[in-house]
C-alpha cells in the first residue's frame, strides 16, 4: 500500500531563517505532487504541484520554493522565512490517472 | 479566485441527527467533486467523491449529491456521531493536477 510521510511535524523559525520541508512517498511510482498550505481560518492553498522529477508548476507567487530532486521525493523551501509564512502545510500525492489527492500528515511552521 | 465555496464556517448537528454540508462551484470545468475531513493537526483523509457523470454516491453513512445544473454539491451523514465532528473540505478538479478546496465547514456533533 501506498504512504506519504512529511517532516519535521512542527518548526517554529525565525523571520529571515531558511526553510526545508521533505515529503516522501511509497508504494508507487511516478506519482503527482502536491504542496498546499492551510492559513488559520482558511481552506487549504495549493502552492506547488509537480508531474515528474524536475518540473515544479506554482500556483502563488510567494517567497517559497519546490523541488524534486527523485521520483518519490517532494521539497519545499525557502530562502528567507516570512512571519505570513506561518501556516500548516501538507505534502499530497495522487496517481497519474486518478482524481483523489492524498495527504500527509502536515507540518506546522510557526515563524517568529 | 474562489472557485470553490463553503459558506458555513461552522455546523453543530445533535447526535443520531442528519448534518448536510454544502459546497458550491463556479467553474462549469470541474468533473469531478470530493470531500475530506480533517482533524486538528492531521492531514486531510479522502471521504467520498461523485464524478460529474453522477448525481448521487453512497457510502455507508455518507452520501454525495451532485446538482450541475446549480453548481452545487453537498454531504450528507446520518445517523452523525461524536466521532464524526471534525473540519470537512469539499474539492473539485477537472484534471489530475488542479484541484481547488473549499474554506472547509467544521461539523459539531453534540452528544
Known amino acids: 500500500s501506498q504512504t506519504i510521510h512529511q517532516w519535521p511535524a512542527t518548526l517554529v523559525q525565525p523571520v529571515g531563517s531558511p526553510l526545508s520541508l521533505e515529503c516522501t512517498v511509497e508504494g508507487t511510482s511516478n506519482p503527482n505532487l502536491y504542496w498546499y498550505r492551510q492559513a488559520a481560518g482558511r481552506g487549504l492553498q495549493l502552492l506547488f504541484y509537480s508531474v515528474g522529477i524536475g518540473q515544479i508548476s506554482s500556483e502563488v507567487p510567494q517567497n517559497l520554493s519546490a523541488s524534486r530532486p527523485q521520483d518519490r521525493q517532494f521539497i519545499l523551501s525557502s530562502k528567507k522565512l516570512l512571519l505570513s509564512d506561518s501556516g500548516f502545510y501538507l505534502c499530497?500525492?495522487?496517481?497519474?490517472?486518478?482524481?483523489?489527492?492524498?495527504f500527509g500528515e502536515g507540518s506546522w511552521l510557526t515563524v517568529v | 479566485d474562489q472557485q470553490v465555496k463553503q459558506n458555513s464556517p461552522s455546523l453543530s448537528v445533535q447526535e443520531g441527527r442528519i448534518s448536510i454540508l454544502n459546497c458550491d462551484y463556479t467553474n462549469s470545468m470541474f468533473d469531478y467533486f470530493l470531500w475530506y475531513k480533517k482533524y486538528p493537526a492531521e492531514g486531510p483523509t479522502f471521504l467520498i467523491s461523485?464524478?460529474?457523470?453522477?448525481d448521487k454516491n453512497e457510502d455507508g453513512r455518507f452520501t454525495v449529491f451532485l446538482n450541475k445544473s446549480a453548481k452545487h454539491l453537498s454531504l450528507h451523514i446520518v445517523p452523525s456521531q461524536p466521532g464524526d465532528s471534525a473540519v470537512y473540505f469539499c474539492?473539485?478538479?477537472?484534471?489530475?493536477?488542479?484541484?481547488?478546496f473549499g474554506a472547509g465547514t467544521r461539523l459539531t456533533v453534540k452528544p
Open positions: 499530497a500525492w495522487s496517481t497519474g490517472t486518478g482524481n483523489t489527492i492524498y
Open positions: 474539492a473539485a478538479s477537472y484534471n489530475n493536477n488542479d484541484m481547488r
Open positions: 461523485i464524478s460529474s457523470i453522477k
